[in-house]
């Protein structure tokens, strides 16, 4: 525990110990739609808007860990990597894009071509509100593959001890890329995992019942 978290009353410890760490997919936010679904059922939601470059990412991600000394991780998607990162805490994972970096690593090339990047940044424009801005270069789409790797050494497969859980929906058309894959989730995590009947961005209805029914496990 922190410095500054020996220092709360018990009431603040509480709370502390409560606190969940969301971890947003690619182009999310601050704002993002279901960590704001979470906030109206349960308390000490946390979610701020990363940095899209994996390395800068992973160092401000890590000092929110320390800073929160969070009781659950939640990683969505893209994010769900950066989740998975973090060594000794429970995660739970909504619609993990665990083979993105695969792809990231093979289309790097593309941000090489002149103005491709422009047309990219076109896109991927962020939403109103506090959102993740993306910007593809030939660096951030190669530096994916590391966080993979790092990922992926503490997953279930490499003896981790840490418990994972994973969302799929049964029309995530993430999955006919192979982007998101059950086959993938299940070689490195095993049968941890359940289905909804929806699509990769988690509808409302199954995250006030399945995601916040499967939170409540852990507070």
């Known amino acids: 525990m922190c410095p500054a978290s020996r ?12 606190t969940i760490l969301y971890i947003h997919g690619m182009g999310g936010g601050g704002d993002s739609r279901i960590p704001s679904i979470l906030s109206e059922h349960i308390g000490g939601i946390v979610v701020r808007t990363y940095s899209f470059d994996p390395e800068i990412a992973a160092k401000q991600i890590e000092a929110w860990v320390k800073e929160l000394s969070p009781a659950l991780i939640i990683g969505e998607s893209l994010g769900s990597l950066h989740a998975v990162c973090i060594k000794g805490i429970p995660h739970i994972l909504v619609s993990p894009a665990l083979n993105a970096p695969l792809y990231f690593g093979y289309l790097a090339f593309l941000s090489l071509i002149p103005g491709i990047p422009w047309l990219l940044d076109r ?4 939403k109103e509100g506090d959102r993740q801005n993306i910007h593809f270069t030939y660096g951030t789409m190669r530096r994916y593959s590391e966080l993979r790797r790092k ?9 981790s001890k840490d418990f994972f ?16 894959s059950i086959r993938t989730y299940r070689k490195y995590f095993g049968e941890s995992y359940g289905l909804y009947d929806g699509t990769h961005f988690m509808e409302e209805e199954y995250v006030r019942t399945m995601l916040v029914d499967k939170i409540r496990e852990f507070i």
């Open 123 to 126: 896109i991927y424009r962020p």
């Open 165 to 180: 859980f994973a969302f799929f929906g049964t029309k995530d058309h993430y999955r006919k890329s192979g982007v998101v």
């Open 151 to 159: 990922a992926m050494a503490n997953s279930t497969a490499a003896g």
């Open 7 to 18: 220092a709360m009353n018990p009431a603040s410890q509480v709370m502390a110990e409560n």
